[in-house]
C-alpha cells in the first residue's frame, strides 16, 4: 500500500500520549458531574450510536474493525437490545463493553461525562491568554510529582536505578532526564523500572531512547488516517543528546500489568531493537494513540488513532488486548531483584580479573541474602546472643538478630545493624555490606564471632562467659 510521508504534520501528536491522562481525568471526574441526567431516551441512543460509528469509521487505527463495530452497535440497535437501558452511564459501559468485542482495545471507551465535553470546547476555544496560564498550571502539577521521575539511585555493584512514573511531554522534564540519565553515565549497567509507569509522550521516549540507541536509528513509525488517506511519519533517534551517552551500557526494563501505553511501546521498541532485556509481568496492553472525542453534549469516546510500525520487523506494533511480554518473567514484586542480579552475573561473566571477579561475587551473595535470607528459628539463634570481646554485643528484637558496636571495627560507636543470615552461622551485615560475621562453638560451647570483610582481612572475638 502506497503511503504519503508526511514528517511535521503531527508534531504535537503523542506516542501512546498524553490524551489517555486526558481520558483518565474525565472519567474520574464523571462521578462529580452535577449535571447527570440519569434517564437516556430512545432518540438519544440513537444519535449516540450513529455518531460513535461515523467517529470510528473516519479515526479508528484499525479499519476493518471500525466497520465491524459499527455494525455491531447499529445491529444491536435496530434489534432493541438496548431498549431496556435508560442509565447513562451504564449504557455507556454496555457501548464500549460491545465495541471491545470487537477488538480488545483498553484505549477504546464510551464514557457519559458531560464535564469532558465541557472541558474539551473550553480548550478548542481558548485564548493564547488562557492557554499559557493552562500551561503554566500544568508546569506546576507535574513539578510536584518531579516530571515522572520517581526515584534515582545507584544498587550494590554499581548498577544504576531510575523509577519512571510516566513519560512527560515538558520541556522541564526534558532537563530533569538529562540530569537523570547522566548521573547513571557511570554505572556498570542500567535498570529503568517502568512497572507502574501508565503512559505520556513520544517526546520522553525518544529523547530517553537516544542515549541507548545510536544516531541514524528509526525508532517507530506512526500511521493514522487524514482526509481519507493513510498517512505516515517516522520518528528516530536524536542526532544529539546532552552529557555521556549509554550506548554499550546493558539496559533493563522492569514492566508490570500496569505498565500502559507508551510504557508499552517503549518497552516494545527496545526489546524490538535488541537495545534492552524486559523483566517481570506482560504489560496491561493498550498501545495506541488517540483522542478524546465529543459525541454529543453528554457524552465522549476516547478513539485510538495512531498504530504503530516498528521498522525491524515492519509489521504493526499489535500491544492492544495483547501487552508486551518480558523476556524473563517473573512476579512484579521480583523484577527489580531479578534484573539486579542478572546484571551483576553478566559483570561476574564480563570480568577478566580474579580480584574483581571476587568483589562481584561477594557483592551478588549479599544482594541474593537480603532479598532471600536463610530460614533459622529462635533457639538457633539464642545462643549467639550476649557480649563479646572485641565491643560489640548480640542481641534479638522483633525474632532478629542484630548487632551494637562499641568499637569501630565495622563502623562507629553506637552503630547498630540487622544481621541477615546466609547459613546456620553465617550473616550479613545489613548496613554495612563490605562485612559479615561468623559464629562458631567449640566441643566446650565457647562461642566466638568472626568478622569477615570483604578485603580478606578478618577480626575474631570471643563471647564472654556468664559469670
Not at 455491531?72 to 434489534?79: E, R, W
Not at 531493537?273 to 465522549?300: C, M, P, S, Y
Not at 531479578?338 to 561477594?362: C, G, R, V
Amino acid at each position: 500500500m502506497k503511503k504519503n510521508i508526511k514528517v511535521n504534520s503531527i508534531v504535537m501528536l503523542f506516542f501512546f500520549n498524553l490524551v489517555f491522562f486526558l481520558c483518565l481525568s474525565s472519567f474520574s471526574q464523571e462521578a462529580k458531574d452535577t449535571s447527570e441526567k440519569p434517564i437516556i431516551d430512545a432518540d438519544t441512543k440513537i444519535q449516540i450510536v450513529e455518531k460513535i460509528g461515523e467517529l470510528l469509521v473516519n479515526n479508528y487505527a484499525y479499519p476493518e474493525k471500525a466497520k465491524e463495530m459499527k455494525n455491531l452497535i447499529t445491529n444491536k440497535l435496530k434489534k432493541g437490545d438496548y431498549n431496556s437501558i435508560d442509565n447513562v452511564r451504564k449504557f455507556a459501559g454496555i457501548l464500549t463493553q460491545d465495541l471491545r468485542k470487537i477488538k480488545n482495545d483498553l484505549h477504546l471507551r464510551v464514557s457519559y461525562s458531560p464535564g469532558s465535553v465541557r472541558r474539551i470546547r473550553k480548550s478548542r476555544s481558548q485564548s493564547d491568554e488562557e492557554r499559557k496560564k493552562a500551561l503554566e498550571e500544568k508546569i506546576e502539577r507535574e513539578r510536584k510529582s518531579n516530571f515522572g521521575f520517581k526515584e534515582l539511585k545507584l544498587l550494590e555493584g554499581n548498577i544504576g536505578y531510575l523509577n519512571l512514573g510516566y513519560f512527560s511531554s515538558l520541556r522541564q522534564a526534558g532537563e530533569i532526564c538529562v540530569a537523570a540519565i547522566n548521573f547513571l553515565a557511570n554505572a556498570e549497567a542500567v535498570i529503568l523500572d517502568l512497572r507502574s509507569n501508565n503512559g505520556g509522550s513520544h517526546f520522553m521516549l525518544k529523547l530517553i531512547s537516544s542515549y541507548f540507541i545510536e544516531n541514524n536509528t528509526n525508532l517507530w513509525s506512526f500511521e493514522w488516517k487524514e482526509g481519507g488517506r493513510q498517512q505516515i511519519e517516522q520518528h528516530w533517534v536524536l542526532p544529539f543528546v546532552p552529557g555521556r551517552t549509554l550506548f554499550e551500557k546493558d539496559l533493563y526494563i522492569l514492566t508490570s500489568g500496569s505498565t500502559f501505553s507508551a510504557a508499552e511501546g517503549f518497552s516494545y521498541n527496545m526489546k524490538a531493537h535488541k537495545r534492552a532485556t524486559l523483566i517481570g509481568e506482560t504489560t496491561q496492553g493498550g498501545g495506541i494513540a488517540g483522542n478524546l472525542e465529543i459525541v454529543n453534549n453528554d457524552f465522549v469516546i476516547f478513539v485510538p488513532k495512531y498504530r504503530s510500525i516498528n521498522p525491524i520487523t515492519n509489521t504493526y506494533i499489535d500491544i492492544e488486548g495483547n501487552g508486551v511480554k518480558p523476556d524473563i518473567e517473573v512476579p512484579a514484586h521480583r523484577a527489580l531483584f531479578t534484573a539486579h542480579m542478572h546484571a551483576i552475573d553478566k559483570l561476574i561473566e564480563k570480568s577478566n580479573n580474579l580480584k574483581n571477579t571476587n568483589s562481584l561475587n561477594w557483592i551478588r551473595d549479599w544482594v541474593k541474602t537480603k532479598q532471600d535470607p536463610y530460614k533459622l528459628d529462635f533457639k538457633s539463634i539464642k545462643k549467639y546472643v550476649g557480649k563479646y570481646t572485641k565491643d560489640f554485643e548480640i542481641f534479638i528484637e522483633n525474632g532478629s538478630l542484630y548487632l551494637r558496636e562499641s568499637s569501630s571495627y565495622i563502623e562507629y560507636p553506637g552503630f547498630s545493624s540487622k544481621l541477615i543470615p546466609m547459613s546456620e552461622n553465617l550473616f550479613i551485615i545489613e548496613k554495612a555490606g563490605f562485612v559479615r560475621i561468623k559464629f562458631e562453638t567449640d566441643n566446650h560451647y565457647n562461642i566466638k564471632a568472626t568478622l569477615l570483610y570483604q578485603n580478606g582481612n578478618k577480626v575474631t572475638a570471643e563471647k564472654y562467659k556468664k559469670e
